[in-house]
């Protein structure tokens, strides 16, 4: 991992799998984000929100800690963002992957602790 990525794990206040099959997992993360995150620099100064592509890579970096493999993102489909991240603010990550020898699928949400939904969507990763 790079040193933003490092940071970015950093905030994770917890994450676990919660099922494990053959080919099938489902992982939850729990992350808050302090105003002096190096994310929140630039995007809107006067009200830092959470850039989404760091949301992505929330998706990705929990994936490859679940799957104990580097991947990159191959496609992206049906992502909607629907409200912001500020700092401080506790957000839930819920990731579902599907995963065979040559790809994996995920399924992912990021939600409020009153189980808003910030954003939803799926991605294709291949294995690096």
């Avoid at 929330?58 to 191959?74: E, G, V």
């Amino acid at each position: 991992m790079n040193s933003f990525e490092n940071e970015l794990m950093s905030c994770c206040l917890d994450h676990r799998i919660i099922e494990k099959e053959e080919q099938y997992i489902y992982l939850k993360g729990e992350f808050s984000f302090p105003l002096s995150f190096t994310g929140f620099q630039g995007h809107f100064p006067t009200r830092p929100v959470l850039p989404a592509v760091i949301q992505l890579t929330i998706i990705r970096l929990l994936a490859q800690q679940a799957l104990t493999r580097p991947l990159l993102p191959r496609q992206y489909g049906k992502t909607n963002f629907r409200s912001i991240v500020e700092p401080e603010q506790e957000i839930i990550v819920e990731l579902k992957l599907n995963f065979s020898a040559l790809n994996v699928d995920s399924q992912f949400q990021l939600k409020q602790l009153d189980k808003q939904k910030i954003s939803e969507g799926s991605c294709t990763f291949s294995y690096l």
